[in-house]
């Protein structure tokens, strides 16, 4: 061919893309799709390096889970957010900005829906389409070359620069994790909040007291108690975060009342007789003062060193017409430890304590420090599987594997980080229980001792719904050959990449294979050797069944 006629052919097809539809392109985003460029042809699509950094190159066609393209519509479209079966929604397509709106690398990076995770498809007059972002431009579209399948963000338009859609398959949405079985009313299990409402707002009121023997000082300055318990603004913000701002936590300090005295000593009348102390300091107050029915929870403050060493939580308490549904007695270690406000605001949304009652020996805690209902000392926030109880974490991050009939592999997936906001972050797994799961998650960090040693891994644990507050009711299945820790075996919890846990169930061992680290995500993996005739998977029972506690919650929770 002549040097003419590959000038008129390459003059054809520049014509024939630069002649763009006005509108961007708008896609069906119920499917996976594989994304093909017009150099490279129909054998090749745009994968992901399966080397855990986010990288993209051009491969040949293939079942390969990084050619699974999803896009997701974005609320200033027609504009996408660009993910992989491989990576789920916690990686999307990004810029790296190393030039500003000059730069020409991308790579799939942590969502956050920055402007460089806003793609626009272009559609051209030939079928193919060009793909931008917010922030490099229209004029900067994703391309190849033959000598380089790694894609670049460029200003010229040529063939490599021209995509086409192909649809694989639907997208298909994750198992939804059944309700434990059965659900005993009237007290704090590892149970669904099944016919209790989630809240979106909770309110709560501070009120102060002091005793005949001990009394408010001087400088007992309510309104700097109150932002001391409170964290200055950051327990609210805290709850925010947990629960993705799906919980508005109010806390009304009434610094405005001078301390109520009530009769006795704490030590003496008091601290074994915590529902009459919390009758008594609210019959203290008049509803002219504060209107207990318009809170959610009231909070008893006394002040520090006066022999009230330890907080709880109590409820149904009844003051003169009024019923008051939760109070948290504060006590000493609240000044010491504001976190422990977020421990006992756990137990009024229906939280158990996951700490044994019958041991003070935290080398012996099968929970470990993990998460605010067990260790408020050390942890910063709630487990997964209490996001999830609280209806906080969104359907799409978690899921559940159910058992098969065979053995096998079930479920090869990402896990990311709770504290993110897209992926899944959460994963329950069948062990031929109603009332007993396995779950994992990515390990949040800790503060205290030694905190680097816990920042990384996955941590896997039983959740048990007929095991009552205090009695341990979640029990972490910890990695023998973890960083070992001065405190106990649950201190050596993170599986890390090449780990395999395996639980023995009755009909059924559970593995699960941790495989890749990318970035604060992991790879994992999850088999089941199922013994002969098991029919799989568990049923679980719909409606969820509920029966009356044989032995009301009279007590109080620390």
Same mark, same amino acid.
């Given at each position: 061919m002549s040097f003419s006629s590959l000038l008129l052919l390459f003059f054809s097809y520049t014509l024939a893309v630069v002649c763009q539809d006005s509108a961007p392109l708008t896609v069906d985003t119920s499917y996976y799709y594989r994304i093909m460029n017009d150099l490279t042809g129909p054998s090749k699509a745009l994968d992901i390096l399966p080397d855990g950094s986010g990288g993209l190159n051009v491969a040949d066609l293939g079942p390969s889970s990084g050619q699974f393209w999803r896009l997701a519509p974005l609320a200033n479209g027609p504009k996408y957010a660009l993910s992989t079966l491989y990576l789920g929604g916690a990686f999307s397509l990004d810029v790296i900005n190393d030039n500003g709106s000059a730069s020409a690398h991308v790579h799939l990076d942590t969502t956050r829906r920055d402007s460089g995770q806003y793609w626009t498809l272009t559609p051209s007059a030939n079928g193919s389409f060009t793909l931008s972002n917010d922030f490099t431009g229209l004029d900067r579209p994703l391309g190849v070359s033959i000598s380089a399948p790694t894609p670049v963000l460029g200003g010229n338009n040529y063939s490599g620069q021209h995509w086409r859609l192909s649809k694989i398959s639907n997208v298909t949405s994750n198992d939804d994790i059944p309700a434990l079985t059965p659900v005993v009313k009237s007290h704090l299990t590892e149970q669904e909040n099944i016919g209790d409402p989630i809240p979106s707002t909770w309110k709560v009121v501070m009120i102060f007291i002091d005793f005949d023997d001990c009394h408010a000082q001087s400088n007992d300055n309510q309104t700097a108690i109150g932002q001391q318990l409170t964290l200055n603004g950051a327990l609210t913000e805290l709850f925010s975060n947990q629960s993705y701002s799906n919980l508005n936590l109010s806390v009304d300090i009434r610094s405005d009342l001078a301390w109520h005295t009530i009769p006795g000593a704490w030590r003496q009348d008091w601290g074994s007789d915590i529902r009459g102390y919390n009758a008594a300091a609210l019959s203290n107050f008049t509803i002219n003062e504060v209107d207990f029915?318009?809170?959610?929870?009231?909070?008893?403050?006394?002040? =520090?060193?006066?022999?009230?060493?330890?907080?709880?939580?109590?409820?149904?308490?009844?003051?003169?017409?009024?019923?008051?549904?939760?109070?948290?007695?504060?006590?000493?270690?609240?000044?010491?430890?504001?976190?422990?406000?977020?421990?006992?605001?756990?137990?009024?949304?229906?939280?158990?304590?996951?700490?044994?009652?019958?041991?003070?020996?935290?080398?012996?805690?099968?929970?470990?420090?993990?998460?605010?209902?067990?260790?408020?000392?050390?942890s910063r926030g709630f487990l997964g599987w209490h996001r999830h109880r609280l209806g906080w974490l969104a359907t799409e991050r978690k899921t559940f594997a159910k058992a098969p009939a065979r053995s096998g592999i079930t479920k090869r997936m990402l896990l990311s980080p709770l504290d993110g906001h897209y992926g899944t972050s959460l994963l329950a797994m069948d062990i031929g229980s109603t009332s007993k799961v396995l779950v994992a998650e990515v390990v949040q960090p800790m503060n205290g001792t030694n905190a680097t040693e816990w920042d990384q891994g996955v941590m896997v644990y039983t959740v048990d719904s007929t095991v009552w507050s205090g009695s341990e009711p979640l029990q972490l299945v910890h990695n023998p050959a973890g960083v070992p820790s001065n405190r106990g075996a649950a201190w050596q919890t993170p599986w890390q990449v090449g780990s395999a846990m395996t639980y023995v169930a009755e009909y059924m061992n559970v593995t699960l294979k941790v495989e890749q =680290?990318?970035?604060?995500?992991?790879?994992?993996?999850?088999?089941?050797?199922?013994a002969a005739g098991f029919k799989g998977p568990t049923v679980f029972a719909v409606p969820v069944e509920f029966i009356e506690d044989p032995n009301r919650d009279s007590g109080a929770h620390h």
């Amino acid at each position: 061919m002549s040097f003419s006629s590959l000038l008129l052919l390459f003059f054809s097809y520049t014509l024939a893309v630069v002649c763009q539809d006005s509108a961007p392109l708008t896609v069906d985003t119920s499917y996976y799709y594989r994304i093909m460029n017009d150099l490279t042809g129909p054998s090749k699509a745009l994968d992901i390096l399966p080397d855990g950094s986010g990288g993209l190159n051009v491969a040949d066609l293939g079942p390969s889970s990084g050619q699974f393209w999803r896009l997701a519509p974005l609320a200033n479209g027609p504009k996408y957010a660009l993910s992989t079966l491989y990576l789920g929604g916690a990686f999307s397509l990004d810029v790296i900005n190393d030039n500003g709106s000059a730069s020409a690398h991308v790579h799939l990076d942590t969502t956050r829906r920055d402007s460089g995770q806003y793609w626009t498809l272009t559609p051209s007059a030939n079928g193919s389409f060009t793909l931008s972002n917010d922030f490099t431009g229209l004029d900067r579209p994703l391309g190849v070359s033959i000598s380089a399948p790694t894609p670049v963000l460029g200003g010229n338009n040529y063939s490599g620069q021209h995509w086409r859609l192909s649809k694989i398959s639907n997208v298909t949405s994750n198992d939804d994790i059944p309700a434990l079985t059965p659900v005993v009313k009237s007290h704090l299990t590892e149970q669904e909040n099944i016919g209790d409402p989630i809240p979106s707002t909770w309110k709560v009121v501070m009120i102060f007291i002091d005793f005949d023997d001990c009394h408010a000082q001087s400088n007992d300055n309510q309104t700097a108690i109150g932002q001391q318990l409170t964290l200055n603004g950051a327990l609210t913000e805290l709850f925010s975060n947990q629960s993705y701002s799906n919980l508005n936590l109010s806390v009304d300090i009434r610094s405005d009342l001078a301390w109520h005295t009530i009769p006795g000593a704490w030590r003496q009348d008091w601290g074994s007789d915590i529902r009459g102390y919390n009758a008594a300091a609210l019959s203290n107050f008049t509803i002219n003062e504060v209107d207990f029915s318009a809170y959610d929870v009231v909070m008893i403050v006394p002040p =520090q060193n006066c022999g009230a060493d330890r907080s709880y939580e109590n409820g149904n308490v009844t003051v003169g017409a009024q019923n008051v549904s939760s109070v948290i007695t504060l006590a000493d270690d609240a000044y010491s430890d504001p976190y422990t406000l977020a421990h006992e605001l756990g137990h009024t949304l229906g939280l158990p304590d996951l700490y044994p009652y019958a041991t003070s020996d935290r080398h012996l805690w099968k929970a470990g420090p993990w998460g605010l209902m067990s260790d408020d000392w050390q942890s910063r926030g709630f487990l997964g599987w209490h996001r999830h109880r609280l209806g906080w974490l969104a359907t799409e991050r978690k899921t559940f594997a159910k058992a098969p009939a065979r053995s096998g592999i079930t479920k090869r997936m990402l896990l990311s980080p709770l504290d993110g906001h897209y992926g899944t972050s959460l994963l329950a797994m069948d062990i031929g229980s109603t009332s007993k799961v396995l779950v994992a998650e990515v390990v949040q960090p800790m503060n205290g001792t030694n905190a680097t040693e816990w920042d990384q891994g996955v941590m896997v644990y039983t959740v048990d719904s007929t095991v009552w507050s205090g009695s341990e009711p979640l029990q972490l299945v910890h990695n023998p050959a973890g960083v070992p820790s001065n405190r106990g075996a649950a201190w050596q919890t993170p599986w890390q990449v090449g780990s395999a846990m395996t639980y023995v169930a009755e009909y059924m061992n559970v593995t699960l294979k941790v495989e890749q =680290q990318i970035k604060d995500s992991y790879f994992v993996e999850v088999s089941y050797d199922v013994a002969a005739g098991f029919k799989g998977p568990t049923v679980f029972a719909v409606p969820v069944e509920f029966i009356e506690d044989p032995n009301r919650d009279s007590g109080a929770h620390h």
